[in-house]
């Protein structure tokens, strides 16, 4: 398996709440991440609302079950550093980038700079990525 | 062809399972070569040897499980997933208390791993889900 490395993407289309998918999928990439392939995430529909800023499911203020919205933070520290969004999705819903986590990673080429990991990305665009990738996980 | 396949929806309730199901038979047919069948989501229901569908129907677990032997396939269940809603070996049961189990013979529970090693190993990894 060593020098083996294929593209990963993981294609994140459901809400996060609603149903486990979203949930799961994130699973897979935390574990995915210690295979050290060459890894990006997309979001895409109701996928967007994943990343949604200032998520809360407490009890007394939401639905009452586990806010995973944390872990898309930390998920730089994996070297998951590919986050696209689409930009068709996100304009249906009304949103844009600023109500999105303002999630980074430090580049280690670039002397540990802190850059963004979320890339808004057009149709076409996201279409080229996936078309470059060896493995699509779809949830 | 090197194939690996995952599963991500339960028996009956979605026609996932039985598309794979398909898929993989034509592909043996063919002459590839089925890598691994990983099972995720509620896709894990598929491997519970509890199952009892109608007489006139067909019966999904089964019909994996006598495929696996005649193919000796490898039949992953997501560990995690299959905990979460119930589905256990021998082996897990004892380790959790629980006194039951419910996995059919064909199926082994492993990590997610195995999923991603699937990705790398072969050449399509084809998913099945709603």
């Known amino acids: 398996m060593e020098g083996d490395v294929k593209k990963f993407m993981y294609l994140n289309r459901k809400a996060p709440y609603g149903t486990v998918y979203a949930l799961e999928s994130l699973e897979v990439v935390l574990i995915g991440a210690a295979f050290d392939q060459d890894v990006s995430l997309a979001f895409v529909d109701d996928g967007v609302y994943q990343l949604a800023n200032n998520q809360t499911t407490t009890p007394n203020d939401g639905i009452g079950m586990k806010n995973f919205s944390p872990t898309y933070k930390a998920l730089g520290d994996y070297d998951v550093t590919k986050l696209y969004v689409d930009q068709e999705s996100l304009e249906a819903r009304g949103l844009s980038v600023d109500d999105l986590m303002p999630l980074t990673y430090e580049d280690e080429d670039d002397d540990w700079a802190e850059k963004p990991s979320i890339r808004v990305v057009s149709r076409e665009e996201l279409t080229n990525i996936m078309d470059e990738q060896d493995v699509v996980l779809s949830f | ?130």
């Not at chain 2, 598309?19 to 002459?31: I, P, R």
């Not at chain 2, 999904?60 to 589905?87: F, P, T």
């Not at chain 2, 021998?90 to 529970?109: L, Q, V």
């Open chain 2, 1 to 130: 062809m090197k194939f690996a396949v995952m599963i991500n929806e339960g028996p009956y309730q979605h026609q996932s399972s039985d598309s794979a199901y398909n898929f993989v038979k034509a592909a043996l047919d063919k002459g590839h070569e089925i890598f691994r069948i990983f099972f995720y989501h509620d896709g894990v229901n598929n491997a519970t040897r509890l199952t009892i569908p109608p007489q006139d129907d067909r019966n999904i677990v089964e019909r994996w499980s006598a495929l696996a032997k005649e193919h000796e396939l490898d039949l992953v269940v997501c560990v995690a997933a299959a905990q979460r809603r119930g589905l256990l070996d021998e082996n897990e049961a004892s380790r959790n208390g629980k006194d039951a189990n419910n996995i059919d013979e064909s199926f082994r529970i492993s990590g997610l791993g195995q999923l991603i090693e699937a990705g790398i190993q072969a050449d399509r990894l084809v998913v099945f889900g709603d």
